[in-house]
T-cell receptor
């Protein structure tokens, strides 16, 4: 079974508009972390935002916010005021066993390609 | 800002040849990883490394692959006899429980096997 599911292979958004990228996850571990990474065409993986399973508040980092709905096991990324430089591949990812230490691997979804239209 | 660095950025090799991909993780990080991304596909976990030994490896990480931390700074991935299907982007990453939960990724090495 897929641990991370991203159902939108591609998305378009008008510049300056907000966009939501969907992510659902599957785990029975009570202690996990959810991440979003951005991969521009140059290929590097850029960390955007993190949400811990015990965090009460939704994470925010500048124009990025994570809409965390624990009961629904969803962790959608919201990008406000889209910019042309936001055009990239976006990966949702999860690390389980966060209480056990720092070596658990990160599992990635299949990604969503976002294109920002001028 | 400390970062993970990988060399080379692009490597072309003949099928059957050995390649070594190099990574310098962030200083003081304790856990090291290799991931692979075949063009246009998802990022796949290969192996994690802690305290000079493999912590976990995936089914992809077969006997053709090995990892090593030969000195205090470098972390290498060796592919003994490359196959066409090894062509991919290879990412090194490092983490530390004292430095936040996220894994810091290098810029990747694009391996092309011809």
């Amino acid at each position: 079974a897929q641990k991370i599911t991203q159902t939108q292979p591609g998305m378009f958004v008008q510049e300056k508009e907000a966009v939501t990228l969907d992510c659902t996850y599957d785990t029975s571990d009570p202690s996990y972390g959810l991440f979003w990474y951005k991969q521009p065409s140059s290929g590097e993986m850029i960390f955007l935002i993190y949400q811990g399973s015990y965090d009460q508040q939704n994470a925010t980092e500048g124009r990025y916010s994570l809409n965390f709905q624990k009961a629904r096991k969803s962790a959608n990324l919201v990008i406000s005021a889209s910019q042309l430089g936001d055009s990239a591949m976006y990966f949702c990812a999860m690390r389980e066993g966060m209480e056990s230490g720092g070596y658990q691997k990160v599992t990635f979804g299949t990604g969503t390609k976002l294109q920002v239209i001028p | 800002e400390p970062e993970v660095t990988q060399t080379p950025s692009h490597q072309v090799t003949q099928m059957g040849q050995e390649v070594i991909l190099r990574c310098v993780p962030i200083s003081n990080h304790l856990y090291f990883y290799w991931y692979r991304q075949i063009l246009g596909q998802k990022v796949e976990f290969l192996v994690s490394f802690y305290n000079n030994e493999i912590s976990e490896k995936s089914e992809i990480f077969d006997d053709q692959f090995s990892v090593e931390r030969p000195d205090g700074s470098n972390f290498t991935l060796k592919i003994r006899s490359t196959k066409l299907e090894d062509s991919a982007m290879y990412f090194c990453a490092s983490t530390s429980p004292n430095r936040g939960p996220e894994a810091f990724f290098g810029q990747g090495t694009r391996l092309t096997v011809v």
